[in-house]
């Protein structure tokens, strides 16, 4: 089954206390990108890459890090947490092909940052 | 800088009735992708579909229908004969223009509340 999947659902965490949260796509996508949704602000973009070693920043990166060693996975990295990184965080993938246009969304990340 | 505009912040309509939701772009680009997603009240996110700024033709998926009009840069939604399951926050997006087929930055409307009432 084609799926986008996110570790962990949910995470209760302290400021300060570094944490990842994993994204990983079984359908050999090139392009996967992380979004946070907040009451009020909507959807933003916090980092996209497009292909393996390739990232680059959306509208929100500060105090988050991606890294895209592997095409399946693109882990979300939060340093140091704060809580107004206490958001709902969504992973997606996409394939790069011309005319293949579709988007898949992980579940998402619930997080409380203490 | 890009921006998305969803002026619509909720629509309430009865089930049956046709619905439109509007979205406004600017871009600098002369090249660029737009984008609608929905987000049922069960919070996870769907694609519904991507255009491209050289396409301004028309599209049609079953009761839903897009309308790309790059003159007013709009790129409307309409849901005919809506059903209770439409019920859902609908997100535009614009992208910048990026290496054909590939995906790039989004940015995002604030979303418009579909309420369909039985």
């Known amino acids: 089954e084609a799926q986008v999947t996110q570790n962990p659902r949910y995470l209760i965490t302290v400021t300060g206390k570094k944490l990842t949260v994993t994204c990983s796509q079984n359908m050999n996508h090139e392009y996967m990108s992380w979004y946070r949704q907040d009451p009020g602000l909507g959807l933003r973009q916090i980092y996209y890459?497009?292909?393996?070693?390739?990232?680059d920043k959306g509208d929100v990166p500060e105090g988050y890090k991606v890294s895209r060693k592997e095409k399946r996975n693109f882990p979300l990295i939060l340093e140091s947490p704060s809580p107004n990184q206490t958001s709902l965080y969504f992973c997606?993938?996409?394939?790069?092909?011309?005319?293949?246009?579709?988007?898949?969304f992980g579940p998402g990340t619930r997080l409380l940052v203490l | 800088a890009q921006k998305v505009t969803q002026a619509q912040t909720e629509i309430s309509v009865v089930e049956k009735e046709d619905v439109t939701l509007d979205c406004v772009y600017e871009?600098?680009?002369?090249?660029?992708?737009l984008f609608w997603y929905k987000q049922p009240p069960s919070g996870e996110l769907v694609f519904l579909i991507r255009r491209n700024s050289f396409d301004e033709q028309n599209e049609i998926s079953g009761r839903y229908s897009w309308n790309f009009q790059k003159s007013t840069s709009s790129f409307n939604f309409t849901i005919t004969a809506s059903q209770v399951v439409d019920s859902a926050v609908y997100f535009c997006?614009?992208?910048?223009?990026?290496?054909?087929?590939?995906?790039?930055?989004?940015?995002f409307g604030a979303g418009t509340q579909v309420v369909v009432t039985p």
């Open positions: 890459s497009m292909n393996v070693e390739v990232t």
């Open positions: 997606a993938s996409s394939p790069s092909l011309a005319g293949q246009e579709t988007q898949y």
């Open positions: 871009t600098r680009d002369t090249t660029y992708y």
């Open positions: 997006a614009l992208s910048e223009a990026v290496p054909r087929g590939s995906w790039g930055k989004l940015q």
